[in-house]
């Protein structure tokens, strides 16, 4: 503050509110005035000197003077905005009030019965003082009677009021923008002022780039902070029985058409956004030496746009989920504008800014720490993710070129980089949750054939190969050595994994290792037996071999070669017992020894601490960022990946996929055609020699390291002390065995294994190189099943997923936001926040 006297003075003033035997009159102007008249007030400075424990005991002990003293901020920031805000005294006034009720509104929305307060009626003198409970009868009475004639007048409720005179603030000349100079003589009224001439950024719909003043940034990060604060009643919502909050009027008011201000301010949001370039001309170490208020401004503007693209809709049995996101699409206008947005042009530009940020922390240089890193990456996704989902023509143009490798790359860099941390656990999930939404899409897979040179991802093993490798090798160390916390999303990395598979041309021998590895890991019998989950993950892994094998057969001998090296492991699993004994025995031991394979022993013996409630979709608490300041928030469990996808096949809809199933010759005693190394083909029965040793123990070295970080790293609880006990019942595997899709691959051994016997020792071929080569000679054309349609698990949006962005969302910000602490000593309802 200004100097020692106005501090205590500010001080005394706080004190004397919380005087229960002391009512302030609302016309006492001079007490009132002290709050933001003469002084400025930082916000730190204010935040310091109104504790939680002042404005809890003044709303408390002293409801009249709480009210009055928010009614008194609200109607001077009206009064400013109506003058036009066009002396600095004003300008002063506005930001002290705005920086007191960012301080104040969060222990109002924290009450539900003070959560009414902004939306009843006001009489101008300030009577209308919440809630009524708390006065004496003559109060009660008093205040009916100004309730009788406010509502007459229909005079607007303070949320309004206050929301409409922040928006029209935001494009106030001289204070948050700069004065175009044919108007610069006269004042702008800003009550009938055109902001759409003021938009603070050239970009989508604006031509005209601004100077750069960061006085005006540091007045809309003021307001804008303090409009997220009114909107954060959503953590405060207790949520119903189906996980939906209750509908946030601040946000439904704000983003509608009754804001007459809504489309500069959403189209002044995305362009500041997208702008940006945190490096700017790429001087070593320039933002050490000078102040970046523009990066504050972004952050900020991010977090209004999540925000604000965030929509409550309470589902009704008439509408379906596509109905619901019609409707609130054409309420809220800021959805309705991301939905419209078709140019060229201003796609190019979202993805730009999308690129530069994104790819910002993965910036290398010689000179350590020399360039700027943002901090909100994590608000960045989300917004990519909101853009996807509400203008497909946005996500198409995307994946029209790989560009979308550019969004891929600090997606896994991010999922690499959190693998392994508690704290990280949320921003894991949103990654995953975007590469199933691309996934869905045949451009992604198609994309991802692109060689990957970049070497920006640390920690992973060395390859020549593309960016499917690349991915590959993300998920399978997610798996392996991520933390316990993530292993609900196994059946999501493998769904992204089957949906790009028939469009990869060619994986690299250690991407191929990698897939068999899993395939290893998830058909031990113990796995699977360990609950009534667990078998999805192996048809996954099936799927995937079956689509690559029948649509990219040529390019990847790799794959095809780790197949037959591991041809057991699809012998164990097509003959697995179902009697009640192996299944008893194996549950009890917790691993099947298994003599012909050591690698088997040792991946079921890693397997002991594998547990089921990880598999499951029941709830569990999951963590966003761990921020300076020591906190976590929990986040709502998620429902299964079928709930999550819907099949859509990319043939003719007419194509029937369970006949051309039913179809599939039989594999047991089928003749198949031999293909020699020449080409030629003959007759030949199915061989059943599946013992022979033609590779060497040495020829995937990674496999046994691999198996070992297993142990360390997969484990699920056992489900012994699961009040809900399941046990595996011989019907329950016949249910799944059966369906196995197991034709495809076991017809690939069976025509293959003895081509590969007899070349290894009619030449005496031990080198894996040499194998290689004969494979990729051969051909299976003809001798394979009818091919089956290629079918996409596409992400399905629902009122779960929607539940966790909102909690995921607000959780960001609330740990996000700590200078100043906004939400920090509230009670806060839609999360949990725990120390570390």
């Known amino acids: 503050m200004g100097n020692t006297d106005s501090k205590v003075g500010y001080r005394k003033a706080v004190i004397e509110l919380k005087s229960k035997d002391k009512t302030v009159s609302s016309e006492d102007e001079t007490f009132w005035q002290q709050f933001w008249k003469d002084q400025s007030y930082t916000v730190q400075e204010i935040f310091a000197s109104v504790t939680p424990e002042d404005i809890r005991g003044i709303r408390e002990d002293s409801p009249r003077n709480f009210a009055t003293l928010i009614f008194k901020c609200v109607d001077q920031i009206r009064r400013c905005m109506e003058s036009s805000c066009s002396s600095t005294s004003d300008q002063q006034s506005v930001l002290n009030c705005v920086r007191l009720l960012t301080r104040m509104i969060p222990f109002c929305l924290e009450e539900a019965e003070w959560r009414t307060f902004f939306w009843s009626p006001v009489s101008t003198s300030g009577k209308r003082v919440g809630p009524m409970n708390r006065f004496s009868s003559s109060s009660m009475d008093e205040e009916c009677a100004v309730i009788t004639i406010t509502e007459d007048l229909d005079i607007p409720v303070l949320a309004t009021t206050l929301m409409s005179s922040l ?75 189906s996980g939906l909050t209750c509908p946030n009027r601040w946000l439904e008011y704000f983003t509608s058409a009754d804001n007459r201000h809504v489309l500069p301010l959403f189209t002044s949001l995305l362009n500041v956004t997208f702008a940006y370039d945190p490096v700017g001309y790429g001087v070593p170490y320039n933002y050490k030496m000078f102040g970046d208020s523009k990066e504050l401004l972004v952050e900020v503007a991010v977090q209004m746009l999540i925000i604000c693209l965030d929509h409550v809709c309470g589902k009704t049995k008439e509408k379906t989920q596509e109905q619901e996101m019609e409707s609130a699409i054409l309420k ?41 890193k943002i901090q909100f990456a994590q608000e960045l996704l989300i917004l990519f993710w909101k853009c996807c989902d509400y203008n497909k023509r946005f996500m198409y143009h995307v994946l029209k070129s790989s560009v979308v490798l550019d969004i891929l790359l600090p997606v896994l860099y991010g999922l690499n980089e959190s693998r392994q941390s508690s704290s990280r656990i949320g921003a894991t999930h949103l990654g995953v949750f975007i590469l199933l939404l691309l996934s869905g899409e045949r451009n992604f897979g198609v994309r991802l054939n692109k060689p990957y040179t970049a070497r920006v991802i640390p920690d992973i093993p060395l390859f020549n190969g593309n960016h499917a490798d690349l991915l590959i090798l993300v998920f399978h160390r997610l798996i392996t050595s991520g933390h316990s916390k993530l292993q609900p999303l196994f059946d999501c990395l493998l769904t992204i994994i089957l949906n790009i598979s028939p469009y990869v041309k060619s994986l690299t021998m250690v991407s191929a290792s990698k897939l068999m590895h899993l395939f290893e890991a998830f058909s031990t019998p113990w796995f699977l037996y360990a609950t009534a989950n ?64 050591e ?14 409630p990880a598999f499951e979709t029941g709830p569990s608490e999951l963590n966003t960022d761990l921020n300076e300041s020591g906190f976590h928030t929990t986040l709502p469990a998620l429902p299964g990946v079928s709930k999550l996808t819907d099949k859509t096949s990319v043939f003719d809809s007419e194509m029937n996929h369970e006949k051309a199933q039913m179809d599939l010759p039989s594999v047991s005693g089928a003749t198949v055609e031999h293909f020699s190394q020449d080409g030629s083909t003959r007759d030949m029965k199915k061989s059943t020699t599946m013992d022979a040793g033609f590779i060497t123990s040495t020829s995937i070295k990674p496999v ?46 069976q025509v293959l294994v003895p081509q590969v016997e007899k070349y290894c020792m009619d030449k005496n071929v031990t080198d894996e190189t040499e194998i290689l080569k004969f494979l990729s000679r051969g051909t299976l054309v003809g001798l394979l099943p009818v091919p089956h349609p290629i079918l996409i698990r596409k992400y399905q949006s629902n009122s779960q997923t929607s539940t966790w962005f909102r909690n995921y969302m607000w959780g960001v910000l609330y740990l996000r936001n700590t200078n100043p602490a906004i939400w920090f000593n509230t009670k806060v309802n839609l999360f949990e926040i725990h120390a570390s």
């Open 167 to 241: 928006s029209a603030l935001l494009f106030c000349p001289g204070f948050t923008v700069s004065q175009h100079k044919k108007l610069a003589e006269e004042a702008e009224n800003l009550s009938s002022l055109d902001s759409c001439e003021y938009i603070w950024e050239a970009g989508v719909g604006f031509a005209l780039s601004p100077a750069h003043n960061a006085y005006h940034d540091q007045a809309r990060i003021e307001i804008l902070k303090l409009l997220m604060t009114c909107f954060s009643e959503s953590i405060y919502n207790l949520q119903g029985n």
């Open 332 to 372: 809220n206008m800021f959805l309705n504008y991301l939905s419209r947005i078709h140019r060229d042009d201003d796609f190019n530009f979202m993805t730009n800014g999308f690129v530069r940020l994104l790819n910002n922390p993965l910036k290398q240089s010689y000179l350590p720490g020399s360039s700027k």
């Open 534 to 597: 667990n078998h999805h993950l192996v048809f996954f892994i099936l799927e995937t071999f079956n689509n690559i094998i029948q649509y990219q057969f040529d390019g990847n001998v790799a794959l095809v070669y780790c197949i037959v090296r591991k041809r057991a492991l699809f012998h164990q699993l097509a003959n697995l017992p179902i009697d009640h004994a192996f299944i008893d025995k194996t549950v009890t031991k917790k691993s099947q020894k298994l003599p012909s394979s």
């Open 599 to 612: 690698t088997i022993q040792q991946l079921e013996s890693s397997l002991n601490n594998l547990t089921s």
């Open 704 to 749: 046994r390291a691999q198996q070992r970080h297993l142990s360390r790293s997969i484990s699920v609880a056992s489900s012994s002390g699961d009040p809900r006990a399941w046990s595996p019942t011989p019907e329950w595997v016949q249910s799944w065995k059966s369906k196995l899709p197991l034709q495809t691959t076991m017809r690939l051994l």
